[in-house]
């Protein structure tokens, strides 16, 4: 059955939608003008804000990166012995200052997070545990993990906290594809040699061999495996 047909010129007599809508939407401007360009205004003005803080972050992260350089440099030249003793632990401590600056600049993200993370190189290499803890501490999310992990356990080693140094190489052994996990064994094997845990330190060498049979500590490895067993 056929729909009832409507005839042209009725169609013709009744108002098209599109026309109507438009008319209300031109009705309702003319109507708002005034606050329809105020919001605009404030639009454009979020617009404008956001970009400024933006770019301005974008600069904050250069300025920062340049400084972060300068650090690493200094740290590099320290950490390769290109100078005295003395002239070490100078180029330390500059390099710690040239951290702290550009963190003070820039703390987000990434470059923040190397920043930190070479601050505590830097206070390790001075013999300083308990500042590079605290700022090895926290960095344990993202790319980073591993190395601050790694970096603990050196510092509580270091103190002979065997117990507290076990406890952070555990998490770098235990995960596989980590690139700090033969370094995580180790140090588990030495923190058990250090607990006077024998036996749990054998098998900590022996899962090291196992996972880099041809490493360049594998002489090391086997030599203290054959220590262990006596």
């Known amino acids: 059955m056929t729909g009832k047909k409507v005839s042209r010129k009725k169609l013709l007599k009744e108002p098209d939608e599109f026309i109507s809508t438009t008319a209300k939407i031109i009705q309702f401007v003319r109507g708002h003008r005034q606050q329809i360009i105020l919001y605009g205004i404030i639009a454009l003005a979020v617009v404008v804000a956001c970009s400024g803080v933006y770019f301005y ?85 993202g790319i980073f993990r591993a190395i601050a992990l790694d970096g603990l356990g050196h510092c509580y080693e270091s103190k002979g906290d065997f117990a507290k140094a076990l406890e952070h190489y555990q998490k770098n052994a235990i995960e596989e594809h980590n690139p700090f996990q033969e370094e995580g064994l180790l140090g ?27 490493s ?15």
Not at 71 to 91: C, D, I, M, R, V
Not at 110 to 137: F, T, W
Not at 195 to 214: F, G, H, I, M, V
Request: aromatic letters at 12%; proline letters at 2%; one cysteine or more.
């Open 188 to 214: 588990v094997a030495r923190c058990y040699e250090g607990l006077q845990q024998k036996p749990k330190a054998l098998e900590a060498y022996q899962k090291a061999l196992a996972k880099s049979p041809k």
């Open 57 to 141: 972050l974008l600069w904050q992260e250069g300025k920062a990166q340049a400084v972060q350089q300068q650090g690493l440099e200094l740290y590099q030249e320290a950490f390769f012995k290109g100078s005295t003793p003395e002239g070490e632990k100078e180029n330390y401590r500059k390099a710690i200052e040239k951290f702290k600056e550009a963190l003070k600049v820039y703390n987000r993200g990434n470059l923040s997070q190397v920043s930190s993370i070479y601050i505590g190189h830097c206070y390790y290499a001075l013999k300083e545990y308990d500042r590079a803890i605290a700022s090895y501490s926290g960095r344990y999310d």
């Open 216 to 230: 360049r500590m594998t002489e090391f490895i086997q030599r203290k495996i054959s220590e262990l067993k006596g």
